[in-house]
């Protein structure tokens, strides 16, 4: 709780027999989704953390911050 900064309400709300099923039946994508889950996907916004001459801007539709949940709007 204390890594994602969860409430205990937060935390209880997750399905996490879902969770697991999701992980064990797509191992292949294993990575992206535990990626996906703590916000660490290699978005704009998440490479300029790392490489300050990253740009962030989404190169599908030039938005200012590309992030995790901009990807699946």
Excluded at 17 to 30: D, E, G, L, S, V
Excluded at 33 to 46: C, D, S, Y
Aim: charged share 25%; aromatic share 10%.
């Amino acid at each position: 709780m204390r890594k994602n900064l969860w409430s205990p309400k937060t935390w209880n709300e997750v399905d996490w027999p879902a969770m697991r099923t999701a992980i064990n039946k797509h191992y292949t994508r294993r990575k992206r989704i535990v990626q996906f889950m703590h916000n660490k996907l290699p978005t704009g916004v998440e490479m300029k953390k790392r490489l300050i001459t990253y740009d962030s801007v989404c190169q599908a539709c030039f938005s200012e911050q590309e992030t995790s949940l901009h990807l699946i709007e």
